[in-house]
């Protein structure tokens, strides 16, 4: 699937993400920045925190109640478009979602 991030900058960097590959592994290979993912995807550090494009929002699911509880603890601010981008798992039906990086 096809995966674009938006920067704060205005740039986009884009991939092709093999399906099961989580969102923040993805950004991590391909050097996207101001994702860390220090925790390695395990919902223990709110570092892979995006907002995802409003045209995706009900493709990439709900959010369960412990993300829900992670997200308030991200260093950009919350909004409701908000993920912990380890959670969000590449798939066809997600083939050509755009995530915007928060400022740092
Ligand atoms: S990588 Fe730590 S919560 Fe996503």
Known sequence: MKVTWKLPDGSEIAADVANGTNMMEAAVANNVPEVI???GGSLACATCHVYV??????????????????LDA?????????????????????DGLVLIVPKA
């Open 53 to 70: 494009d409003a045209d995706w929002e009900a493709a990439t699911g709900e959010i369960d109640d412990f993300e829900d509880a992670m």
């Open 74 to 94: 991200t260093e950009a601010e919350r909004s409701d478009a908000s993920r912990l981008s380890c959670q969000i798992i590449a798939a066809d039906a997600l």
């Open 37 to 39: 993912g220090e925790c």
